[in-house]
């Protein structure tokens, strides 16, 4: 199947400092990428749509201050946490679309704010 | 918007058994129904995939069947082995105009007893 590479795999930050997560599809290019949210043996709780060259389009409830997403190029999104709080704490997954259905995940991101 | 219930939550199946996992779907215009395997601490791996168009796919000792009459779709995965161990989630996406979000299911806990 299609790569996508998620960094970093794992991190942890202080609270009121900003993360940023980079999701790239190392082998097509993807003009949609998806962000999802998994709290502990919960599912997928997807955030935000990323569009590459326009505005991330937010789900309902998903601050789109506190959440930035960016999707400067074909090969990559970033999300961006700012101002983190311990109740961010939680495991990031960036999807990317190799066609109009086929959907490749990244390995996830362990973000952990003390 | 879609909404898909997954059954059961936990499976535990002695190994060379088979093990099936059921899904539903609310929504009638969804028309791909991907089965993602998640090992602990990773991103969800696409493990098969079925379009509205089919009624079952196989694909070495996985098989997705499709009923769209009843909109709901299984998982069934014929002699297990031990690293077929993982989080299991079912996922439906509707027919849309560009690549939307997938909806998922609250996952299944797979485990294999040796």
């Known amino acids: 199947g299609a790569v996508v590479s998620q960094h970093p795999s794992r991190v942890i930050c202080k609270s009121g400092t900003s993360v940023k997560i980079e999701c790239r599809s190392l082998d097509f290019q993807a003009t949609t990428m998806f962000w999802y949210r998994q709290f502990p043996k919960k599912s997928l709780m997807l955030m935000a749509t990323?569009?590459?060259?326009?505005?991330?389009?937010?789900e309902q409830g998903v601050e789109k201050d506190k959440f930035l997403i960016n999707h400067a190029s074909l090969t990559l999104s970033t999300l961006t946490v700012t101002s983190a709080h311990p109740e961010d704490s939680s495991f990031y997954i960036c999807?990317?679309?190799?066609?109009?259905?086929?959907?490749?995940f990244g390995q996830g991101t362990r973000l952990t704010v003390v | 918007g879609e909404n898909v219930e997954q059954h059961p939550s936990t499976l535990s199946v002695q190994e060379g058994d088979s093990a099936v996992i059921k899904c539903t779907y609310s929504?009638?215009?969804?028309?791909?129904f991907p089965w993602y395997k998640q090992e602990l601490g990773k991103g969800p791996q696409l493990i098969i995939d079925?379009?509205?168009?089919?009624g079952e796919k196989k694909d070495q000792r996985i098989a997705v069947t499709l009923n769209k009459t009843a909109k709901h779709f299984s998982l069934h995965i014929t002699e297990t082995q031990p690293e077929d161990s993982a989080v299991y989630f079912c996922?439906?996406?509707?027919?849309?105009?560009?690549?939307?979000?997938?909806?998922f299911g609250k996952g299944t806990h797979l485990i294999i007893q040796p």
């Open positions: 996922a439906a996406r509707r027919r849309g105009g560009g690549a939307d979000g997938l909806t």
């Open positions: 990323s569009n590459e060259g326009s505005k991330a389009t937010y």
């Open positions: 999807s990317a679309h190799r066609d109009i259905t086929e959907a490749f």
């Open positions: 079925i379009r509205s168009n089919v």
């Open positions: 929504d009638s215009a969804s028309n791909y």
